[in-house]
């Protein structure tokens, strides 16, 4: 920092408010406030022109929220945008970083920037992050796809590594000037130390007001050697005031430069000259807060806090992201396009959960029965989308026809569906709806086992060997039309299913004058069951042994539970002071198998551990119960005949309160670093705790966030163990211990909630179901097979089975669904397919335009091929608004696909980079 402050050539004085949604109160309460500090802004603003800008948190949801109920005022809020008076976004929501994807991250911001024009406002062109408990390595560059240069944050950094102003990297290299808020109160430090005596009443002197101003002004300039100094008027719901525009005078006579009512986004062109000599930090920013100050913490546990909440989340976005949009665009490819309305309706849902003190967990029970409500709707919505569109393109109006032969009486048809851009190959689990009818039948000795005789064909006529899994008899089917609706037994049955990149395969299944039985079985001997390429062993002691025949490395251990106290809150976790630990080992595991078929091969095992019920306070001292009862806990573990990793579904019944559990998985690897997914890339951690933190105000955790993705490797052979984590785990402790443990936080149930007396949705009673696939790791293995694995893993196959001849007819056969685009790369991975949106002046053809984002997960650049089956007739770069890149530097650094054949797209991607394409397509012969 600068011994001698340099003279200020300006100060930006940002008026404002932060504004909680839904917190300490529900989103009803909060915006009841909100309305009436709105109506004020808007009376002041309009009576004083000298108070040029107000701040909206940099969040339009604000903006719509207020209108809603004060929809008179709509021109005078779109006036006041209009004219630059208020300022808006980008954000919709201002979400927590580490609990979203990387494509809800850029949902936020392309919803929030709509958003604040169709007011008729330009949105905020900073990344206005003021209160978020740590930021993603690749927010740099997701800013720079909305032509926004600049971020305002503050949590997960620390004086002693960042200064007032730093310039900040991605892992590709894109670059944003940042600007680090003080730390005493964060964002509302010069609200506390300098308005709130003046605001309050305690100190009503407005000299008084001005020293103290100016003392925090000559603070400021001590932070950053830059000549531009930055003073936030903001703070949590606060109201707008009035003595500002005085204030600011006051300080612009007293420091002989200007004092501007102005947005950060102005910092860019104040700073152009200063730009070069400002610090460089790269990656992500999440260091624990050092100065012993009010505000300054990272708050880490928020990762863990209420998982039914977090796992309801990512199932709604997987079904978005990964489901209906992409079905969107094939409907609409293929002639039949399916409501925007719906998905712009799920689109918004969606991120009003991704808000940081929403989707965090730190808030009141009734804010989660509101959060849960609207996560309900976006998968109904995306349920509905995906059902008509498979529907309408398998060909179908009442049955499944329209694909192969001419049915054979009592012929049903299984459809398959992918809605990745790359192949399926492996299990399938499907449910077959026979009706009471059906024509052939077999017994296996004994009449209660009856079951339906069929055989299952593929498209070339080839017989499929399956398995059955089970019977649900006099089973409902309740499709849309009631006219369909009907009871009968559902056989479930597992395949081996290979089906094409975003596309479907349709089996015939026949009735057959004989008994089926399919007799071929993965290899099972004692509790070991054996591929061919993977031995899973389960061991007495309730763990898991995993062995790479290929490699010969064997895993042990896995699957043990830990579980200790918890007396924390929302926010933080924190143990007893004398706490209980335990461990599942030495404690009772029971092991089944419960199916071995030609596909795949389940077993179970399960154990009640006994923890202590709750936690209980003795001579002032919590400490864990004396009373205790078993915790219900078990694992199903699945391996495929082709599978090289192993799928292990774990329930929860938790009816114990104040504990944390967590699940371990030692990969045998002791070495000091581990790779953990993150948005658009991955990021290397180091085990255990900074030892360094001891007497910071926050000592480092262990405990660290990943999106779906952890791994670690040796150094050596870059052989090694991957946990994939499908839905509502994302804070992993990388443990300092020989075993290289990897542990999963799964449950974290506490009583105290901020600004209450306690809560019981804290404690998240109930069962709970958590996915998981173990990738055992050679040298070939890479960054993007794990994405593209856990892509897979979140949103598996959707499956249709009906009768092969409707009662209502067939609709005229839509295209065939045999891959309509596959991407092939090494190390590029698609992470949005989806309908483009409407273009004015474009024409019927551009409804059926597809954007397609890539993302390099290494550091080499590397070549990606989308093979479409139809021609194309362009394709262009665009930016997160799927808008043509208008900045001569983006265009330099995102040349236009290439394109060798009628039919491919070649397109380079420089390392961790992320790109879109608008495609359009061309009509097939």
Excluded at 458 to 477: F, S
Aim: charged share 25%; hydrophobic share 40%; glycine share 8%.
């Amino acid at each position: 920092m600068p011994e001698t402050p340099v003279p200020l050539r300006r100060i930006l004085y940002i008026a404002g408010t932060h504004w909680d949604r839904e917190w300490y109160r529900p989103y009803e309460a909060f915006r009841f406030r909100l309305v009436s500090v709105i109506d004020e802004v808007l009376d002041t603003l309009e009576a004083d022109p000298s108070f040029s800008t107000f701040l909206l948190d940099g969040q339009t949801i604000l903006a719509e929220d207020y209108l809603e109920i004060r929809p008179e005022n709509r021109a005078r809020l779109s006036g006041l945008l209009a004219g630059g008076r208020l300022s808006a976004g980008p954000w919709f929501t201002m979400p927590d970083q580490f609990l979203v994807s990387g494509e809800g991250l850029v949902r936020n911001l392309a919803l929030g920037i709509r958003t604040v024009r169709d007011l008729g406002g330009d949105p905020l062109r900073c990344g206005f992050v003021c209160d978020i408990f740590g930021h993603t390595a690749q927010l740099p560059q997701v800013l720079r796809g909305f032509g926004i240069r600049s971020a305002l944050l503050g949590r997960g950094t620390n004086a002693a590594t960042t200064p007032a102003h730093f310039l900040w990297e991605s892992p590709d290299g894109t670059r944003c000037l940042a600007y680090k808020v003080p730390e005493s109160v964060g964002y509302g430090t010069f609200f506390w130390e300098v308005l709130s005596p003046f605001l309050s009443g305690s100190d009503p002197d407005e000299d008084r007001l001005l020293e103290r101003a100016a003392a925090h002004v000559e603070a400021e300039r001590r932070r950053s050697p830059v000549p531009v100094v930055l003073l936030m008027d903001n703070m949590d719901h606060e109201r707008i005031h009035a003595v500002a525009p005085r204030l600011a005078d006051a300080l612009s006579r007293r420091f002989g430069c200007p004092v501007a009512f102005e947005p950060p986004d102005r910092l860019p062109d104040l700073l152009a000259e200063d730009l070069p000599s400002l610090p460089v930090v790269r990656g992500e920013l999440s260091e624990t807060g050092q100065a012993q100050v009010l505000h300054h913490m990272l708050i880490t546990h928020t990762l863990s806090s209420r998982p039914d909440i977090k796992g309801a989340y990512d199932r709604a976005q997987s079904l978005l992201e990964h489901w209906a949009e992409p079905l969107s665009w094939m409907a609409a490819l293929a002639g039949h396009p399916l409501p925007r309305g719906f998905l712009d309706r799920a689109d918004r849902l969606l991120v009003e959960n991704q808000a940081h003190d929403s989707i965090c967990g730190c808030s009141v029970d009734a804010v989660y029965r509101d959060m849960h409500h609207r996560l309900d709707h976006v998968r109904q919505v995306c349920d509905e989308f995906r059902y008509e569109a498979c529907r309408w393109l398998a060909g179908c109006s009442g049955g499944a026809g329209g694909v192969g032969p001419d049915p054979v009486p009592g012929e049903h048809r299984l459809t398959l569906w992918n809605p990745l851009p790359v192949p399926y190959h492996g299990v399938a689990e499907a449910d077959l709806f026979f009706s009471p009818d059906f024509p052939a039948r077999f017994q296996e000795q004994v009449a209660a086992e009856e079951r339906n005789a069929f055989r299952i064909v593929d498209p070339e006529g080839r017989e499929v060997p399956y398995g059955l899994l089970g019977i649900r008899r006099n089973a409902t089917r309740v499709p849309f039309d009631p006219r369909e609706m009907g009871s009968g037994d559902v056989h479930r049955v597992s395949l081996i299913a290979s089906v094409p990149a975003l596309g479907s395969v349709t089996y015939r299944i026949l009735p057959s004058d004989r008994p089926v039985r399919h007799l071929d079985r993965i290899r099972v001997d004692g509790r070991t069951m054996d591929n061919g390429r993977l031995r899973v062993t389960l061991q007495g002691d309730g763990t898991l042994s995993l062995e790479d025949l290929a490699t010969g490395r064997r895993f042990d251990g896995l699957l043990e539970w830990r579980d200790n106290g918890e007396i924390g809150d929302g926010w933080h976790h924190l143990a007893p002071l004398r706490d209980v630990g335990i461990s599942s080992l030495g404690q009772p595991a029971r092991i089944e198998f419960l199916s071995n078929t030609p596909a795949a091969c389940t077993a179970r095992i399960s154990w009640r551990i006994e923890i202590p019920e709750d936690i209980v306070v003795e001579d002032g001292e919590r400490i864990r119960s004396g009373t205790t009862r078993p915790l219900a806990l078990s694992a199903e573990i699945r391996l495929g005949r082709e599978d090289r990793f192993v799928d292990v579904a774990v329930q929860v019944d938790n009816r114990h309160r104040d504990h944390r559990l967590k699940l371990l998985f030692p990969t045998g690897i002791d070495h000091p670093e581990y790779r953990a997914g993150s948005a658009f890339c991955f990021v290397t951690r180091t085990t255990g705790r900074d030892l360094s933190t001891a007497d910071w105000k926050e000592v480092a955790k262990p405990e660290r966030a990943f999106d779906g993705a952890v791994f670690k490797r040796h150094p050596a052979d870059g052989q090694g163990l991957a946990v994939l984590s499908a839905h509502g785990v994302h804070e992993v402790e990388g443990m300092d211990d020989r075993q290289g443990t990897l542990a999963l936080t799964l449950l974290r149930c506490f009583r105290q909630v901020f600004g209450t007396d306690g809560e019981e949705g804290g404690q998240v009673p109930g069962l709970h179901g958590y996915r998981f696939r173990l990738v055992p790791l050679d040298a070939d293995i890479r960054e993007a097979d794990l994405v593209r694995s856990l892509q897979e893993l979140r949103t598996g196959l959707y499956s249709q089975a009906m009768p092969a001849a409707g009662p209502f007819g067939q609709d005229a056969p839509a295209p065939a669904m045999a891959g309509l685009l596959t991407v092939r790369s090494a190390a590029c991975v698609a992470t949005r397919i989806a309908r483009a949106a409407p273009d004015p002046g474009e024409g019927e053809a551009a409804d059926r335009d597809l954007v397609l984002r890539l993302c390099n997960y290494s550091d080499q650049a590397d070549d990606a091929a989308v093979l479409c089956a139809f021609p194309i007739l362009d394709a262009w770069p665009v930016d997160f608004l799927d808008q043509p890149l208008s900045d001569p530097e983006d265009r330099a650094r995102q040349e236009p696909p290439e394109r060798p054949e009628p039919d491919v797209l070649r397109i380079r991607l420089g390392p961790w980079q992320v790109r879109t394409l608008r495609i359009r397509p061309g009509t097939r012969e």
